[in-house]
């Protein structure tokens, strides 16, 4: 029998030009609140306080935007690899071996510009998984497949 148009497989790839964005974007971001930070740290006065919340801000941005990296290379260990939809849920393999599937309460969010989307449910054990996924991790024919297949999600 046919596969229906809302039954879509697919494996995620590398989003090396994302990464470059998001380097571009942190990296500038990141330095500049931990060298500013240190500064206020290690100077006199009574900038000391403001030196420790830039200095946490800075390592903040730190971990966000390198997870973020690490998603789009697909390296970090729950990174989703691979997404299979049908009518009853979406299963998403994580880098690490592991599936996750989306059961319940299951909402898919696309931006404007159509270059990434994201997905929130409920898992079996009833905990909220968010994921986000950019255009470039898919081929592109896969990519407008798994969109058409998440629009009745909105």
């Excluded at 006065?45 to 390198?66: A, E, I, K, R, S």
């Excluded at 255009?135 to 998440?150: G, I, M, N, P, S």
Aim: aromatic share 12%; hydrophobic share 45%; net charge positive.
């Amino acid at each position: 029998m046919a596969r229906d148009w809302q039954e879509v497989q697919c494996t995620l790839h590398p989003d090396s030009k994302g990464v470059i964005w998001d380097l571009a974007l942190y990296v500038p971001t990141v330095g500049f609140l931990l060298l500013w930070g240190l500064k206020l740290w290690y100077g006199n006065g009574d900038q000391v306080m403001v030196g420790y919340g830039l200095m946490f801000l800075g390592f903040f941005f730190l971990m966000v935007g390198g997870g973020r990296v690490m998603r789009r290379l697909l390296i970090h260990p729950k990174a989703p690899v691979a997404l299979d939809i049908n009518r009853d849920r979406i299963r998403l393999k994580m880098k690490n071996d592991t599936a996750t599937a989306l059961v319940r309460d299951i909402r898919y969010f696309s931006d404007h510009a159509g270059k990434s989307f994201g997905l929130t449910g409920m898992d079996n054990q009833g905990a909220k998984q968010q994921f986000v996924f950019h255009r470039k991790q898919f081929l592109e024919e896969d990519f407008q497949a798994v969109t058409k297949a998440l629009e009745k999600y909105k």
